[in-house]
């Protein structure tokens, strides 16, 4: 059976711009605050994470997902009318630093090759698609508006076979956004030990 999740979040940082960017892309850190995370390690393939979460089930038996996660970077310029360009590569550091409203970060979902499902030891592949902005804000503040997509597919117990799919399907989807969306806010609440305050906007 296939499951999808989501959870998002908006909130204010009471952190300089670019000390919170270079906080948030670091993805073992602030996964470190997932209270489901068991561990995120860096792939032999560039800027590919591999994550490992660990869940317990209905009938208390550990359930692990694997991710392989892709993380990219994008620097968010806005030009003036006055300066036409049609090449950023032609952006000098200097206006790039000038015209910079904001940073993006993006996780996507990366194929391997290799099998990762094992249904017998509870062990199942995800798949995490994420988008983080960050702008800066007034007061040496900056705000983070995150937005999380997990999907997985798990073998369904027989008890469980008996309820029809398309309510078992909405029951699963909307436990999963609310256990994700709790283990978001908590993870982002626990970053506050780092900063001076992260406020929910």
């Known amino acids: 059976m296939d499951a999808t999740g989501v959870s998002k979040g908006d909130w204010i ?10 906080y948030l892309s670091d993805q073992k850190k602030i996964l470190g605050f997932n209270p489901f995370c068991h561990s995120v390690e860096l792939t032999n393939i560039e800027n ?3 994550w490992l979460f660990r869940v317990t089930d ?6 692990d997902v694997i991710f392989f996660v892709e993380q990219s970077e994008e620097l968010l310029v806005e030009l003036p009318e006055n300066i036409e360009c049609t ?13 910079t409203v904001g940073k993006k970060i993006h996780w996507k979902h990366h194929p391997v090759t290799t099998q990762i499902e094992d249904p017998e030891k509870y062990l199942f592949e995800g798949k995490a698609f994420a988008d983080m902005f960050m702008h800066p804000v007034q007061d040496n503040k900056t705000r983070v508006q995150f937005d999380l997509k997990i999907d997985v597919r798990f073998i369904l117990y027989p008890a469980f076979r008996i309820v029809p799919e398309k309510i078992l399907h909405a029951m699963t989807n ?4 609310m ?3 709790t283990a978001t806010n908590k993870m982002f609440h626990s970053i506050t030990k780092d900063f001076e305050s992260v406020t929910y906007v």
């Open 174 to 177: 909307a436990g999963m956004s």
């Open 48 to 50: 590919v994470y591999k």
């Open 58 to 63: 209905p009938q208390n038996n550990p359930f």
């Open 13 to 22: 940082f009471k952190g300089e711009f670019n000390r919170t960017t270079a």
């Open 179 to 181: 256990i994700m969306q």
């Open 87 to 99: 090449d950023p590569a032609e952006l000098s550091d200097e206006m790039i630093k000038l015209y």
